[in-house]
Nanobody, 122 residues
Framework: QVQLVESGGGLVQAGGSLRLSCAAS????????MGWFRQAPGKEREFVGSISGRDGATIYADSVKGRFTISRDNAKNTVYLQMNSLNSEDTAVYYC???????????????WGQGTQVTVSS
């Protein structure tokens, strides 16, 4: 059974850091493009970044570039989202997803996790 499970969310003060994890089961994430998305209350889901399973290449949304870093551990079948210098605009539910293409469009991703809440207090 294919499953993605996010963890690591929580409450953090502005300027702080969090690391989210996304553990995959039922498939090998190294064969996919792994994306991170987020959805804030009242807003549409937005692309945060992605990492290629083939060569580890990453792309990021402008809003997080330089603050967020995506990495993966193939041995653990897990992808990570390191978030630094957090601010209130980063408050959202964060989702990981697996797809076959390098794209910022969420409708191109096949498998999704249930999401983890990140709340940044100012």
């Amino acid at each position: 059974q294919v499953q993605l499970v996010e963890s690591g969310g929580g409450l953090v003060q502005a300027g702080g850091s969090l690391r989210l994890s996304c553990a995959a089961s039922g498939f090998f994430l190294r064969l996919y493009i792994m994306g991170w998305f987020r959805q804030a209350p009242g807003k549409e889901r937005e692309f945060v970044g992605s990492i290629s399973g083939r060569d580890g290449a990453t792309i990021y949304a402008d809003s997080v570039k330089g603050r967020f870093t995506i990495s993966r551990d193939n041995a653990k079948n897990t992808v990570y989202l390191q978030m630094n210098s957090l601010n209130s605009e980063d408050t959202a539910v964060y989702y990981c997803a697996a797809g076959n293409y390098i794209t910022t469009s969420d409708d191109q991703y096949i498998y999704w996790g249930q999401g983890t809440q990140v709340t940044v207090s100012s």
